[in-house]
């Protein structure tokens, strides 16, 4: 079946017990048992297995080209998680334009349990080369990353990490790209990490996490640790993920088509420094973007000429897209990520430009979209 298809189905049989063609939101938290220790269908606590959950697991496993799927409370979990595959001492190499919440949490939380982190240009293949060392046991991509829209080549660094002397894990971040877009397991990643509270979710009323494997093995410790450290999604959550997903192919390309727009009209407005987005051929990416992602997406940054000051004035001037945190829904949002979603990274290797305005274009009219940032920008 095609994606579109698996998106509305994948994962999602009719209820046994009446045929409801939408899951259940399995509203439990235990299960009677049919005997000590020999629980009903494998479902005892619904920390450890809950039938919701499992439905939208199973999906996003199928939509990643994946074997394995887990949900987690918030993408921060899920990757929280991932990393809980490691020993203190072991080496962690990161992208240099990461996410503010995916480089505090490396460098000022997990640093404490003795784990090492460097960051580096992953675009540049040779320059992962040059990064790892003889502890480095997992490598963290982001692709398009947040807020720059840096396109790494999957398959080139897959290729580099696995022939490694300790053969790391390949870990991508597909939150951005979705897997409409691009399927990282198979261009060579070992994990597919994703924040179901963006695209996936696609409506701005929930917050979840997910991680995506093939391989058995590494799902059986996964599994444990979703268990053990236990930051699993509600059913509800879940419930809403699922529903998000079956209008995912449009509202991506719908996502796409908005942003193609305005990009032309940030291409030739004299107060725009530059601009990032990955399917313009001004972008350095694009060729790798074109072989690997199915469309551009619905997220664009650019730089204004005036700095910060310009680029506040921008976020504080639209009247449809809203100021505010986050991205991926079906309404259109913008910010300031160097005084908002990457204050963290300030003064870091990762600091960002503070006249970077970050857009996640909606699904609304694309000349409404036009406008608004066309006066927005007259406002600076």
């Known amino acids: 079946m095609k994606f579109e298809t698996l998106a509305i189905h994948a994962g999602q049989e009719p209820d046994p017990d009446n045929g409801a063609v939408m899951t259940p939101v399995y509203l439990t ?4 048992q049919d005997g000590v220790a020999r629980p009903r269908q494998g479902y005892e606590y619904a920390r450890t297995q809950n039938p919701t959950r499992n439905a939208l697991q199973d999906c996003l496993a199928v939509l990643e080209s994946g074997s394995h799927g887990f949900a987690f409370a918030s993408g921060l979990a899920a990757t929280d998680t991932v990393l809980r595959l490691l020993r203190a001492g072991d080496h962690v190499l990161a992208g240099n334009d990461v996410y503010g919440g995916t480089f505090r949490l490396f460098d000022k939380v997990l640093r404490r349990f003795n784990l090492d982190f460097t960051f580096a240009d992953t675009t540049d293949p040779e320059s992962v080369a040059e990064a790892l060392t003889p502890s480095t046991r997992l490598v963290w991509l982001e692709t398009p990353t947040n807020p720059l829209l840096r396109i790494t080549d999957i398959h080139a660094v897959a290729e580099i990490v696995h022939a490694h002397q300790n053969n790391p894990l390949l870990v991508v971040d597909n939150t951005f790209a979705t897997p409409y877009l691009q399927h990282p397991l198979e261009r060579g990643a070992d994990i597919v990490v994703h924040s179901t509270t963006k695209y996936l979710g696609g409506h701005s009323d929930v ?4 991680v995506i494997v093939r391989d ?23 419930f809403l993920v699922l529903r998000g997903i079956k209008t995912l192919p449009v509202r991506m390309d719908r996502h796409a088509e908005n942003a193609m727009t305005i990009v032309e009209l940030l291409e030739e407005h004299p107060r725009v420094k530059t601009f990032m987005y990955p399917f313009h051929s001004s972008h350095p990416g694009h060729k790798i973007a074109q072989g690997q992602m199915k469309n551009g997406g619905g997220m664009i940054s650019f730089i204004m000429k005036g700095g910060g000051a310009a680029a506040v004035r921008v976020a504080e001037s639209t009247k449809i897209f809203t100021l505010a945190e986050s991205l991926g829904g079906v309404e259109s949002l913008i910010e300031v990520p160097a005084a908002m979603t990457h204050l963290s990274v300030a003064g870091s290797q990762l600091d960002v430009d503070p006249g970077l305005v970050r857009l996640s274009v909606g699904i609304e009219n694309k000349d409404d979209l036009v406008e608004d940032i066309r006066q927005a920008l007259e406002q600076a």
């Open 216 to 238: 058995d093995e590494l799902a059986g410790r996964l599994a444990f640790l979703q268990n053990a450290v236990g930051a699993v999604p509600g059913p509800m959550d879940c």
């Open 207 to 210: 917050v979840g996490g997910a």
């Open 29 to 32: 938290s235990t299960y009677r």
